[in-house]
């Protein structure tokens, strides 16, 4: 049980601090809003970070694997009565099925054409989605979405964000520490030792984007319940930009970086009100990352504290020896 938790210090430190927030902050509503959206909103930067991050995967359409989630949600629940529980399923599988298709076209590309490419596929999904017809409810949406029936007030519907967020975090974690975890770093840091020792990038970084659009995929299940809507600018482009800054700031490469960057951006953009301002916040974000914390705030945050440790044991082994006592030296 104790390396249980040591394993996953990280992820369970800052759900427990939302968790608290909740209880603190239980009746009011806006802060149980921003803790919510943070959660939803992370869970797509967290599906970016795990494609960037670990595989080298640039994904601008992360936004739109989230729409996929949510329509699959909003179509079943609403115009197949479907229980909304069941739909996280097919809200996950359907967003990976996608990304498994395109996928292998993509993971081969540079760094700068993949992005492109994504973009290209956001575009088109924003396309498809919008001249959906009946079945997407075209410019208009689909609302009336229903939430699971344990989750029908706002405290409870933001303990299950965060739940659904330590669900990620915990399996990202042991997903990671396994050997198809290790394999992807090996292909994201050295892909000429990948090659060489045998293993099938290409497929492997496939499987990669497909599992962080299943997560995206997630997050627009949360979504579609959060708002009971989704329309076609609900999970845009703009998000899908705005998510991979997100995963910059907080650090892409950290497993709870995305979701810091996230809360950063989501609590500071709230109180601009004007778009065009936020965007410009958000670039100056960006760029005092790269100067300043490179690896993002989790990184930073890692070696503040280990530059901390470092100083108290150097003023300890440095502090006078007791009265009347010598102090024993070692050389």
């Not at 845009?236 to 800054?245: E, F, K, M, N, Y």
């Not at 901390?308 to 082994?317: E, G, K, T």
Request: aromatic share 8%; charged share 10%; hydrophobic share 55%.
């Amino acid at each position: 049980m104790t390396t249980l938790v040591k394993r996953h210090a990280s992820a369970l430190g800052l759900v427990a601090v939302v968790a608290l927030l909740l209880i603190v902050f239980s009746d009011d509503g806006v802060v149980l809003g921003r803790l919510t959206t943070i959660a939803v909103i992370g869970l797509i930067a967290l599906s970016v970070g795990m494609g960037w991050g670990q595989v080298g995967i640039l994904s601008l359409c992360q936004a739109q694997f989230a729409a996929v989630g949510a329509y699959v949600t909003a179509i079943l629940s609403v115009q197949y009565d479907w229980p909304v529980l069941l739909t996280v399923v097919p809200a996950a599988v359907l967003p990976m099925l996608v990304a498994a298709v395109f996928g292998r076209f993509l993971v081969g590309l540079s760094a700068l054409t993949l992005g492109i490419a994504t973009f290209v596929l956001a575009r088109l999904a924003h396309i498809a989605i919008t001249n959906g017809g009946e079945l997407t409810g075209g410019f208009l949406g689909i609302s009336g979405v229903p939430r699971v029936d344990f989750a029908q007030s706002q405290l409870e519907f933001a303990f299950l964000s965060w739940a659904c967020v330590l669900i990620v975090l915990v399996l990202y974690k042991n997903l990671m520490d396994s050997a198809f975890g290790r394999a992807l770093r090996t292909i994201r840091h050295d892909p000429l030792r990948a090659e060489a020792d045998g293993i099938r990038i290409e497929t492997l970084q496939t499987k990669a984007f497909a599992l962080t659009a299943g997560v995206a995929g997630t997050a627009g299940w949360l979504y579609a319940q959060f708002l009971s809507y989704i329309g076609p600018d609900s999970l845009g482009i703009a998000l899908g930009i705005s998510v991979v800054l997100m995963a910059i700031v907080g650090g892409a490469q950290s497993i709870v970086g995305p979701l810091i960057g996230a809360a950063v951006l989501i609590s500071v953009g709230d109180y601009i009100p004007v778009e065009s301002a936020r965007g410009m916040v958000y670039g100056g974000a960006l760029i005092l990352m790269f100067l300043l914390a490179p690896g993002g705030l989790a990184a930073f945050a890692g070696f503040a504290g280990t530059e901390l440790r470092r100083r108290r044991r150097h003023r300890a082994d440095r502090s006078p020896a007791p009265e009347g006592q010598e102090a024993v030296s070692w050389h």
